[in-house]
């Protein structure tokens, strides 16, 4: 949601309009959830097949472990965007910047 949002509305121009955005697009999610949950509306996912739901789930990890690169590799300038075809090129146009591997020394 933030790399949504931040295509939107930039935090270091206007960061109270994004916090704004943030909490509550944040509360409105909650606030669904719980709806749904207080309404006993669970059993709609049990009309998702089950490789449906694994998909979206390993996806949604291969997503979140390809944004973790940033961190892992100690890349500073990464790209905003979730997809894999822009993580991967963003690594290895910034290789030069990966910890440990500092092919100049």
């Known amino acids: 949601m933030g790399t949504m949002l931040s295509e939107v509305v930039s935090y270091s121009e206007e960061p109270i309009l994004y916090l704004k955005l943030a909490f509550t697009a944040t509360f409105f999610a909650g606030l669904f959830q719980a709806s749904l949950g207080l309404l006993r ?3 709609i996912i049990d009309f998702l097949s089950k490789p449906t739901l694994i998909g979206f789930m390993a996806g949604s990890a291969v997503i979140v472990s390809l944004q973790q690169l940033k ?3 100690g890349i500073v300038h990464f790209t ?3 997809g894999i075809i822009p993580v991967l ?3 290895f146009k910034h290789r030069e910047e ?3 591997f500092n092919y100049e020394e």
């Open 71 to 73: 961190g892992l590799l």
């Open 98 to 100: 990966v910890r440990g």
């Open 80 to 82: 905003s965007k979730m």
């Open 89 to 91: 090129s963003s690594v």
């Open 41 to 43: 509306l669970g059993f």
